[in-house]
T-cell receptor, first 117, second 114 residues
């Protein structure tokens, strides 16, 4: 079975440019999570969707960040305009459900390494 | 107090030894606990989950949970160089704005020396 798919794997862009990261969750999973990982702050949840609906976006750092999930098999995370401090690895994860128990076991995609110059 | 705390390490053990990784959490009513392994430059990989007090064994890995002490640990028996990675503890919180979310510790870097 295919795992979580993310694209691109690497992105280098210049400050001020728009960046779009893409994610395809595991088929049958109805929860999708976007995380950001840096050395300083570790792994942080940005936003999560349940059944394509954004449930908690309190981790989105500022209005420059936006995320959508138009259908059950696709989500995007957009940064506009990008800044050097956005440089990080962005992971997408999916799970069958949310809350406690085995249904919240989250499986991560390979990540997108973003560098903003 | 941070929600999920781990010693950053590095923890260095010789090949064949038992590696012990520890994690404490702040939410007294958390019910779900996970250990992820992350190799350098790779994504976190789920290796263990535990939901009730006591020990749970899976191959060379044993997760131990003590809810009264708010403590979860991971033991790796017969450590191999291929176990060298960062191990992330994750807990589902049941309070505040992060309720229901998976909160990660910053990870413990393990190095197994041949």
């Amino acid at each position: 079975d295919a795992g979580v798919i993310q694209s691109p794997r690497h992105e280098v862009t210049e400050m001020g440019q728009e960046v779009t990261l893409r994610c395809k969750p595991i088929s049958g999973h109805n929860s999708l999570f976007w995380y950001r990982q840096t050395m300083m702050r570790g792994l942080e949840l940005l936003i999560y969707f349940n059944n394509n609906v954004p449930i908690d976006d309190s981790g989105m750092p500022e209005d420059r960040f936006s995320a959508k999930m138009p259908n059950a098999s696709f989500s995007t995370l957009k940064i506009q305009p990008s800044e050097p401090r956005d440089s990080a690895v962005y992971f997408c994860a999916s799970s069958i459900g949310r809350g406690g128990g085995p249904y919240n076991e989250q499986f991560f995609g390979p990540g997108t390494r973003l560098t903003v110059l | 107090q941070k929600e999920v705390e781990q010693n950053s390490g590095p923890l260095s053990v010789p090949e064949g030894a038992i590696a012990s990784l520890n994690c404490t959490y702040s939410d007294r009513v958390s019910q779900s606990f996970f250990w992820y392994r992350q190799y350098s430059g790779k994504s976190p990989e789920l290796i263990m989950s535990i939901y009730s007090n006591g020990d749970k064994e899976d191959g060379r890995f044993t997760a131990q949970l003590n809810k009264a002490s708010q403590y979860v640990s991971l033991l790796i028996r017969d450590s191999q160089p291929s176990d060298s990675a960062t191990y992330l503890c994750a807990v589902i919180l049941n309070y505040g704005g992060s309720q229901g979310n998976l909160i990660f510790g910053k990870g413990t870097k393990l190095s197994v020396k041949p």
